[in-house]
């Protein structure tokens, strides 16, 4: 009995961590798409695959240091602090994107795959870039 009472210990870490997390992602999506000058809800809803990959992409680019920031984060204010900082990532690489590609915007709406899976990969692989440096 001792064991499970030890291993449970983290629990309350656990839910904390977790809660805020989940906090984090629900702000991350709610900021991002107020950003976007798209409803990519709206689109995913009538079957749009580009919009279904950028958001995808940026969805797990952002996790991706949302988990770090937690794993390496010394409590929760840092974790919330690094989550801050990953989300503010996430955006400026919409807008480097977006200054890259000026009619990004008008492929996605328009359905037009490549530019969706380019705007999805370029956030996840800043995000896995973003994971990495946080190893304070």
């Not at 937690?70 to 690489?93: E, F, G, K, Y």
């Not at 009619?103 to 370029?122: P, S």
């Given at each position: 009995m001792d064991f499970l009472a030890f291993s449970l210990s983290g629990f309350d870490d656990f839910l904390l961590y977790f809660g805020l997390s989940i906090v984090f992602v629900a702000a991350f999506l709610a900021i991002y798409t107020l950003v976007t000058p798209y409803s990519e809800i709206q689109l995913i809803r009538e079957g749009n695959a580009a919009a279904a990959a950028s958001i995808s992409g940026?969805?797990?680019g952002?996790?991706?240091?949302?988990?770090?920031?937690v794993t390496h984060s010394i409590n929760p204010w840092d974790m919330m602090l690094w989550a801050a900082i990953a989300l503010v990532v996430?955006?400026?690489?919409?807008?480097a994107v977006r200054l890259f590609?000026?009619?990004l915007t008008r492929q996605i709406t328009d359905g037009?795959?490549?530019a969706g899976v380019f705007l999805g990969a370029v956030s996840l692989a800043a995000g896995i870039l973003n994971?990495?440096?946080m190893t304070y």
């Amino acid at each position: 009995m001792d064991f499970l009472a030890f291993s449970l210990s983290g629990f309350d870490d656990f839910l904390l961590y977790f809660g805020l997390s989940i906090v984090f992602v629900a702000a991350f999506l709610a900021i991002y798409t107020l950003v976007t000058p798209y409803s990519e809800i709206q689109l995913i809803r009538e079957g749009n695959a580009a919009a279904a990959a950028s958001i995808s992409g940026t969805l797990i680019g952002y996790v991706l240091p949302l988990a770090s920031a937690v794993t390496h984060s010394i409590n929760p204010w840092d974790m919330m602090l690094w989550a801050a900082i990953a989300l503010v990532v996430q955006l400026l690489v919409f807008l480097a994107v977006r200054l890259f590609l000026p009619d990004l915007t008008r492929q996605i709406t328009d359905g037009k795959v490549a530019a969706g899976v380019f705007l999805g990969a370029v956030s996840l692989a800043a995000g896995i870039l973003n994971a990495a440096c946080m190893t304070y």
